[in-house]
């Protein structure tokens, strides 16, 4: 009884802490997506405020998708998300599943390499970057952007993937291999199922820098054609006048996909989360 009496304090101070940083979280979200569906008036007069029917106005949705090719722009920050997306789970799964099944010279120094890439921040080699594209010609290309983030994503996918494959039973294998499975079997059928939490983990943690990123789709992909939705935003900041209601309708969309990708995997990644706590 005096156990749980001394806990539910520190019970309550726990959630008080995490429903705090909720509210913070999610304030600027609900913020944009609120005042996306307000006149300009309705926006600078009671920001704060939902929208009323004095001030409720879908001006900056008809916008965005009569003005700007948000359509267009939407569809090549999908293609370079889920591209990116692809290849960082599959390379970095074979990876982690090398260093963690596999004893080998320079193994340990190979994880260690690729763990730098997580403290090294990628934009420090802009200018190469620009400089190996131009030579390659993939200026002005989803392809460009689909390779960059591969290589940004993978180092943390095999950090993560790597402790999870270690906690495979070795047994399950080993029985594979006397039934005669090739190692590319036991990979995909036997191991990858059961580190699907991780894998929905890792592409929560690697999907939203990606979607978000301005630097390098300015950089590498500032054309009309391969504009993602970040960059297309900017059509909407002007030098002398802004447009706020494209901007916020133009982010509210842009959230979706998130918001829709969380909701999804919420279960999966939950489970992730607190299973790599745990161990």
């Given at each position: ?46 920001p ?33 998300t ?50 190996l ?24 996918a ?9 906690q ?25 199922p ?74 999966q ?11």
């Amino acid at each position: 009884m005096s156990t749980a009496t001394h806990s539910l304090p520190r019970t309550i101070g726990a959630h008080a802490v995490l429903l705090t940083y909720t509210v913070i979280a999610l304030f600027p979200v609900i913020i944009v997506i609120m005042n996306s569906f307000k006149s300009r008036a309705g926006i600078f007069g009671a920001p704060l405020t939902p929208p009323t029917p004095k001030t409720f106005d879908l001006i900056g949705y008809t916008t965005v998708i009569g003005q700007g090719d948000f359509i267009h722009y939407f569809q090549n920050s999908l293609v370079v998300t889920v591209a990116s997306l692809f290849f960082v789970l599959l390379f970095g799964a074979m990876a982690a599943f090398a260093l963690s099944e596999y004893r080998f010279r320079g193994n340990s120094l190979m994880g260690l390499y690729l763990a730098l890439g997580i403290m090294i921040p990628i934009r420090l080699g802009t200018v190469a970057i620009l400089q190996l594209m131009v030579a390659s010609g993939l200026v002005n290309t989803l392809t460009a952007l689909i390779l960059v983030y591969t290589a940004q994503g993978l180092p943390l996918a095999v950090f993560i993937l790597s402790e999870f494959m270690k906690q495979v039973s070795d047994d399950l294998k080993n029985a594979g291999r006397i039934d005669g499975l090739s190692e590319y079997t036991i990979f995909f059928r036997l191991v990858l199922p059961l580190v699907r939490p991780s894998m929905a983990t890792v592409a929560v943690f690697t999907m939203i820098p990606i979607w978000n990123d301005l630097w390098f789709p300015l950089i590498l992909a500032p054309s009309e054609e391969t504009k993602t939705v970040t960059l297309g935003a900017q059509l909407f900041l002007g030098q002398f006048v802004t447009n706020w209601n494209a901007i916020l309708a133009a982010l509210s969309l842009a959230i979706m996909p998130v918001l829709i990708l969380y909701v999804i995997f919420s279960r999966q990644l939950i489970r992730g989360i607190t299973s790599g706590a745990v161990k």
